[in-house]
């Protein structure tokens, strides 16, 4: 039964690969035997090597630096994740504080929704995208998060890290730092979010707007109208009206409020349903899709840093490559054994076998030498070995048309072969009997023609038309 397999390329199967490789020396005929297993992958060699990585894992030595790595970065993901939710609390708090006497200015709030997010991003996708890895730096100093890691660079667990090697490269550190910091934002937002919500639930708050700039009330409409853009044919009600942006409009003088302000306060409420929407759209969707494209920009990256490990590209190759000999070509000639004449023929082509049997071969070693001479069968069966003569006899009862058989020409013939060959000739059912002497896999199954002589006297003493030799002999 074939293991189940993780489709998912992750930090953690790429390191542990990497560890692998480390001390793993290629071995092309248990990659092919391990490709040949799981034939459903045979077009998916990405998720046919993160399998192979979970069967070899037992080869690392010492820890593993995935366990260590993932540990320290779920420490630092949760400790991050809830500082920038709290702190997203926190400024939403602030910026919707009312006191009664001086309206929220709806104002700051945009900025940090709306503004903040878009100019954050264009930030991360210059810096994705340049190839100047000091105008990437520079950029990354702008955002609070690379400040934040260095003050935590002293906290208990960064310990687990420090002294590992990791095999990332700048290009993937940097993405990994931009795909963070799309995370924590949208965490950020959340927090803003959610006090938004909280705030015009629980309290009567009422908004305004005010600035130096000489704006019209008719032009700050059409602004705003224009943020709203993905939203205003859906929600009409969430684009504030000319009448509502110009009733809200004030001017701090002191601390007095214009008289119209304080006569409409309970209609400015009605500005919490833009600014929700625009914390939606900019800050949360908006980050959302951009945190979700840059995990799709870490994920190619990741790929690419996997292929060029050294031994990776080898390890694929050994899965599409058949384990056979490069230096020479097979002809085929059958012997048919039917008491004293021996009678060689040359075959024009391979046969579909009905089954292929293999004498003290394991499925897997069967699979291997189908591969190497290019035989298909229609089902796969092992005898002798571990099996009970009662167990050999019931898939011999089970066979029907042309068999093929395959034995280890270095082993003579035993008497429980003998005894199960009977079995086989007995079988009205099969047509025909072909048996392959076959060579260690080291010599990609070549035989001796010594070790065939033995077989062939062996083999003749059974009196069946049936039962033939097949010899694969270098042209």
């Not at 991050?80 to 919707?96: A, E, Q, R, T, Y």
């Not at 130096?212 to 969430?238: C, K, M, Y």
């Not at 071969?361 to 009662?390: C, H, M, P, R």
């Not at 077989?455 to 009196?463: A, D, F, P």
Request: aromatic residues 12%; glycine residues 4%.
């Amino acid at each position: 039964m074939s293991m189940q397999s993780n489709s998912k390329l992750s930090i953690k199967s790429y390191l542990d690969i990497y560890q692998i490789l480390k001390d793993y020396k290629i071995n092309h005929e248990e990659n092919r035997s391990f490709a040949l297993k799981h034939k459903e992958l045979e077009t998916k060699p990405i998720e046919l090597l993160l399998l192979w990585a979970k069967a070899q894992r037992h080869r690392i030595k010492g820890d593993l630096i995935s366990k260590k790595y993932a540990e320290y970065s779920s420490s630092i993901n949760s400790l991050f994740g809830i500082i920038s939710l709290i702190f997203g609390f926190l400024v939403g708090f602030g910026l919707l504080s009312y006191s009664g006497k001086m309206p929220v200015n709806v104002i700051y709030y945009l900025l940090i929704v709306v503004a903040i997010p878009i100019v954050s991003i264009t930030l991360s996708t210059i810096a994705i995208f340049t190839k100047s890895n000091t105008v990437a730096n520079f950029i990354t100093l702008l955002f609070p998060m690379h400040w934040l890691e260095s003050i935590f660079k002293h906290i208990p667990f960064k310990k687990r890290i420090e002294g590992l090697e990791l095999p990332f490269s700048s290009k993937f550190s940097k993405l990994l730092f931009i795909n963070r910091l799309q995370l924590y934002s949208l965490i950020f937002s959340i927090g803003i979010f959610l006090a938004l919500l909280i705030m015009v639930v629980s309290k009567d708050i009422a908004f305004g707007w005010t600035t130096t700039l000489q704006i019209e009330s008719s032009t700050f409409h059409s602004i705003l109208s224009a943020i709203g853009i993905w939203w205003r044919d859906l929600v009409p009600s969430a684009i504030p009206s000319v009448e509502l942006i110009d009733m809200s409009h004030f001017f701090r003088l002191g601390e007095r409020l214009d008289s119209s302000i304080i006569q409409n306060a309970d209609k400015l409420g009605a500005w919490w349903k833009y600014l929700a929407m625009a914390t939606l759209f900019y800050s949360i969707i908006l980050r959302l899709l951009f945190w979700l494209f840059t995990s799709f920009l870490l994920k190619r990256e990741l790929t690419r840093e996997l292929l060029a490990l050294n031994g990776v590209k080898e390890i694929l190759h050994n899965f599409q490559t058949p384990f056979i000999s490069t230096q020479s070509s097979y002809s085929e000639r059958e012997l048919v054994l039917d008491g004293e004449k021996k009678e060689a023929i040359l075959k024009d082509k391979k046969e579909l076998y009905s089954a292929v049997l293999g004498w003290n071969f394991t499925v897997d070693e069967i699979n291997l030498v189908n591969d190497n001479k290019d035989i298909k069968a229609e089902s796969i069966f092992q005898l002798g070995g571990g099996n009970s003569f009662e167990v050999d006899k019931k898939i011999v009862d089970s066979l029907k048309g042309t068999i093929l058989l395959y034995v280890k020409s270095w082993e003579p013939p035993t008497m429980d072969f003998l005894d199960t060959l009977e079995l086989l000739v007995e079988n009205r059912a099969i047509k025909r009997i072909e048996i392959l002497p076959v060579g260690l896999a080291k010599d990609f199954y070549r035989n001796r023609e010594e070790d065939l002589d033995v077989w062939k006297r062996k083999v003749g003493t059974i009196k069946s038309d049936k039962v033939w030799i097949i010899d694969y002999a270098t042209k």
